[in-house]
């Protein structure tokens, strides 16, 4: 059941037979369900948003490096090369892409961590559900409802393109067994089920698999700009290695910029091409006749060969010591979890003082529902302004170099 290139697939997700929206809306006449999905989070504040805050490195510390805009922008281009390459639906798989950062806070996983831990005693905070609670309620640019709107299908990609949520007894899966499901997408879905327990759309799984291609690939690219590791250290790789030796033999003498660029292009299409291999041998062995057959099915249709999934998890172990963890990183993003600590501190004690639209609707004696008000102002920070905000507040901030 091998599917030709640019063939729609039995399985693909069609937009004709869309589940629909939670509130009902004319079709476009122009543009199927999906697409408008696409375009509605291009236009969206949360997207433009993303373009200053952290991806690994501050915005401020050069144009160069990687934001979650440019970093989501690589995603959806990767996104829309596998599901061409499978018969996938194109829109559906960019919609994902697009959409599954928008939930990410200030300086990236630091901001999430300060999150967490000021909700400790509120469900803590989880990017994932807070993409979810975006989407569905704080975006406001339609007269008819909150949020933006966006079908099933991209809604439950967005949810679980890492994998079912529960088991079909609605009981917590693995990673939410201890803390239980966020509250976000546990409220939502009460009212507007998305199947928690089974396997999103091959869509979003593309999507998901293309995360992983595109942090590989290009927070090599960040760390060698960032000079935290040398190319030659790639050597320790298998995968970079045999990669660097191709080079080599093709371009002796090549400069290092040139070299650098080359390593991340053959990387990343030597992990798409194994992407879709590996998947055409899973949809082969799985025989799914339709989209829904993909969800029940017992293990995702698109994955990594075994082999280039230990290459995947060899790049993270490489890059988590000397990128993510390296000491000018950490001592940067301690800084910015001081900086969303006090933030958050300073507007649970006087909300006065957030934006009128923010405080509008707050009772002053809900605690639970003030902390998690000021969770959700904070949260759609870019960088840039929780950095302003400090200083106006505090007179001074943290410059986080």
Request: with cysteine.
């Amino acid at each position: 059941m091998a599917v030709g290139a640019f063939a729609r697939a039995p399985y693909a997700s069609d937009p004709a037979r869309s589940r629909g929206r939670r509130h009902a809306e004319a079709a476009s006449s122009t543009r199927s369900a999906f697409r408008r999905d696409c375009d509605r989070i291009i236009h969206s504040t949360a997207f433009r948003r993303l373009a200053h805050k952290t991806q690994v490195f501050v915005f401020h510390e050069g144009d160069h490096f990687r934001t979650r805009l440019t970093h989501t922008l690589e995603v959806t281009q990767i996104a829309r090369s596998l599901a061409r390459a499978l018969g996938l639906d194109e829109d559906l798989a960019e919609a994902s892409a697009l959409g599954h950062d928008l939930g990410h806070p200030p300086f990236g996983h630091a901001g999430e961590r300060a999150l967490d831990d000021c909700l400790q005693g509120f469900g803590g905070f989880d990017h994932n559900a807070h993409t979810l609670h975006v989407v569905t309620a704080l975006e406001r640019r339609y007269a008819d409802f909150d949020g933006l709107n966006l079908t099933w299908e991209t809604l439950e990609g967005l949810v679980k393109h890492n994998g079912p949520l529960t088991d079909r007894a609605g009981r917590p899966a693995e990673r939410y067994r201890t803390r239980g499901l966020p509250r976000a997408i546990a409220e939502y879905s009460a009212m507007h089920d998305l199947e928690l327990w089974s396997f999103p759309s091959a869509e979003a799984q593309v999507g998901a698999i293309a995360d992983d291609i595109a942090y590989d690939a290009h927070d090599i690219d960040d760390g060698l700009r960032a000079d935290m590791f040398q190319i030659e250290d790639l050597a320790a790789l298998a995968v970079t290695d045999d990669i660097l030796r191709e080079i080599a033999a093709a371009h002796p003498g090549i400069e290092p910029a040139r070299r650098a660029h080359e390593l991340l292009r053959r990387l990343i299409t030597r992990m798409i091409e194994d992407v879709i291999a590996q998947s055409r041998r899973h949809i082969v062995e799985a025989e799914p006749a339709s989209a829904d057959e993909v969800r029940d099915a017992s293990r995702p249709i698109i994955g990594f060969s075994a082999a280039m999934a230990g290459a995947d998890r060899a790049i993270k172990d490489f890059l988590y010591p000397r990128l993510y963890r390296h000491a000018r990183i950490t001592r940067i993003m301690d800084d910015a979890e001081q900086l969303v600590r006090r933030l958050f501190e300073h507007y649970v004690a006087q909300p006065g003082n957030l934006p009128a639209e923010w405080i509008e609707g707050l009772d002053p004696a809900d605690t639970a529902g003030r902390a998690l008000r000021v969770a959700d102002f904070i949260a759609g920070m870019t960088d840039r302004y929780a950095m302003v905000d400090h200083a106006r507040l505090f007179g001074a901030t943290l410059e986080l170099r």
